[in-house]
RNA sequence: GCGGCUGUAGCUCAGCGGAUUAGAGCAUCGGUCUACGGAACCGAGGGUCGGGGGUUCGAAUCCCUCCAGCCGCACCA
């Protein structure tokens, strides 16, 4: 595939090879610009390191700069260049584009990255904490595939550990079918908070529980089957629950802590046999420089525990073994809550100590801020007020239903279900994915499943409405035309969809969706401004088949930033 | 105590070292509606960018410091 050089790139180099002229490699600082099309702010720093005035270096840089026609430059304030692109130079950019099936983004060479998302926990209920991890961990696979990666998604569901002696307990106390019952209606908070209370109430059935981790551990036949069922029936309910948000994960894909249970007594063995292994009140455990705790002692990454049971950090290093050594990861991203940060550090300094994580693989924490409640605290399942993803999605689809029937729709039946389904996915799904990563995160059900204003389902709708040109006119797309730009809103939506690229490729490289949806927004409006005073359908000749082709460009482009976000975009609403 | 994250309009949030008015959305107020879908468009009010220093021609942005909040800091994952 031939790769395609962006609008920004073509104006960047001319600008790089100028500022060559005065200091070879000086940065031209290109950015978009509110006072043009875009500024060159590289003239600041680079008159300072030579010592001489901003407007006088500028002058030299333009007096240097060969730009053919493509635009227009002049110096402003202190020493800024002001860049207009040509007339001319937008419309070949724009005939590019309107050719080119991935609107100018470029495909990066293949690399494998393993993404760890999701990871919900076996037989307790999903909730809006995994909801920003199955969300935006979808929203990078899908993005990371359009850049052309191989992605191997790994949802690490928490299906061991201790708390499988007392929920198999209470399993075997209801009665299998009956728990599958429960499980398969998806009550799993039911579930799981009935087997706590017994729990804590009845103390022989907390040794029952504890002789049941045992057993569990053992590898007896009948604890491992009653566990397969707990394992089974959850990942059967969080299917539902991927379907309903449109999510690409696969059963294929959950790979549990359980997975790892062979190998743990390796990462201890190869530990140990390496020197790293430190005996420390008891536990098995690995000091990394740099990590101490509260009384400024080294902190130890715990391996094994002093009852010798493997504690997550085994599970934890022994799927970077995995991912590393048999799935060839060249990038590990674990999209993951900002509390586990320190955590996962850990065993990364721990794992490239033992040399199982070269430093060529890139590992990145995609961390996401704290769900908070109302009153700004955390959501805490503890409390027992958090909400349950499923109620969440379930109240988007009724609200979304509902506006359908209060505007009108030719659709009904599954059909208008279907669409439902579609906004509530976008409402839900552009709220988590718009706000910044790391930051706590208010949990507001109004403002989730709003339809108004920077929404999931306004981006929809200026899609639908783009669309909705298409069906009228009869005609499936546009030809390539001549691109004259002369309204102000036909060119400021031009420059619009000439920056996709780069702010796809920002997204992606800082792990960031939200750049995504807030230049898709930024599209939107302009796509409406123009589409308010521009009148399509009502043109005629050249001025009609630019128009048309600037809508064409735009519902492309609106189609495929949404869709590797994992929202639909349908024909109509 | 140490480390991390956060502090921007009434609320929820953008803001990539830059330029008279620090931007959106919601909410409030006021307009637009006989072209293509009003889930829209246009406009107004509303901000000592947590406080204070520093670097710089220039700081919401970089550095230091203080304040506030949240998270983590050895055997639950």
């Not at 009550?187 to 017994?198: H, I, P, S, V």
């Not at 599954?414 to 995160?441: C, F, G, N, P």
Request: aromatic share 8%; glycine share 8%.
């Amino acid at each position: 595939m031939i790769s395609v050089a962006t609008t920004y790139e073509i104006v960047r180099s001319r600008f790089e090879r100028a500022f060559d002229v005065l200091e070879v490699g000086a940065d031209p600082v290109l950015r978009v610009s509110e006072h043009a099309d875009y500024q060159a702010n590289g003239v600041m720093a680079l008159a300072k390191r030579l010592g001489r005035a901003p407007r006088d270096v500028a002058q030299d840089v333009v007096a240097a700069l060969d730009l053919e026609g493509l635009a227009d430059v002049s110096v402003a304030g202190p020493g800024f260049l002001n860049i207009v692109l040509t007339t001319p130079f937008l419309d070949e950019r724009l005939r590019t584009l309107h050719s080119d099936e991935r609107l100018g983004v470029e495909r990066v060479t293949t690399r494998r990255v393993v993404l760890d998302y999701s990871a919900p926990n076996v037989a307790k209920e999903m909730h809006v904490g995994h909801l920003r991890s199955t969300v935006i961990g979808d929203a990078l696979a899908r993005m990371y595939r359009f850049a052309g990666c191989e992605v191997v998604a790994r949802n690490h569901v928490g299906d061991w550990g201790t708390p499988f002696g007392m929920l198999i307990e209470h399993l075997v106390d209801l009665g299998e079918d009956q728990a599958i019952a429960a499980l398969s209606i998806g009550d799993l908070d039911g579930f799981y908070k009935d087997a706590r209370a017994t729990f804590n109430d009845s103390d022989d059935f907390k040794d029952r529980s504890r002789a049941r981790v045992v057993a569990l551990q053992g590898g007896d036949p009948e604890t491992l089957r009653l566990w397969h069922v707990l394992v089974h029936e959850s990942i059967a309910y969080f299917s539902e629950v991927y379907a309903k948000l449109d999510v690409t994960l696969t059963p294929e894909d959950v790979v549990g802590e359980s997975y790892y249970n062979e190998r743990l007594q390796g990462v201890v063995d190869d530990l140990a046999a390496m020197g790293l292994l430190v005996e420390s009140n008891g536990a098995l455990c690995v000091f990394a420089p740099g990590f101490t705790n509260r009384d400024g002692e080294p902190l130890p990454l715990i391996v094994q525990k002093s009852d010798e049971g493997f504690g997550y950090a085994a599970t934890d290093l022994a799927a970077v073994r995995d991912r590393v050594d048999r799935l060839g990861a060249d990038e590990m991203i674990y999209v993951v809550g900002a509390p586990q940060v320190q955590h996962l550090e850990m065993v990364w300094a721990v794992a490239r100590m033992a040399g199982w994580l070269p430093e060529t693989v890139r590992c990145e924490q995609a961390v996401f801020g704290n769900v908070l409640g109302p009153d700004h605290k955390m959501f805490k399942s503890r409390s027992g007020e958090s909400v349950k993803l499923v109620t969440l999605i379930n109240e988007a689809i009724e609200r979304a239903y509902l506006t359908l029937d209060e505007r009108g729709t030719d659709l009904d039946g599954d059909a208008k279900l279907a669409l439902a389904e579609q906004i509530a996915r976008a409402a839900i799904k552009y709220a988590d994915l718009s706000t910044e990563r790391q930051h706590d995160y208010v949990f507001d059900l109004d403002r989730m499943v709003a339809f108004e204003g920077d929404t999931g389902p306004y981006l929809q709708y200026a899609h639908a409405r783009v669309r909705s040109i298409f069906r009228r006119a009869g005609e499936v797309a546009s030809r390539a035309s001549t691109f004259s730009l002369a309204e102000s809103a036909e060119r400021d939506l031009a420059l619009g969809l000439l920056a996709l690229p780069e702010a796809f490729v920002s997204s992606l490289s800082t792990l960031q969706p939200h750049r995504l949806c807030t230049y898709l927004f930024d599209l939107a409006q302009r796509f409406t401004a123009f589409y308010d005073r521009c009148p399509v359908l009502a043109s005629k000749g050249a001025i009609r088949e630019e128009r048309l082709a600037l809508c064409d460009l735009t519902a492309r482009t609106l189609k495929l930033g949404l869709g590797v976000l994992g929202i639909d975009a349908p024909e109509q609403m």
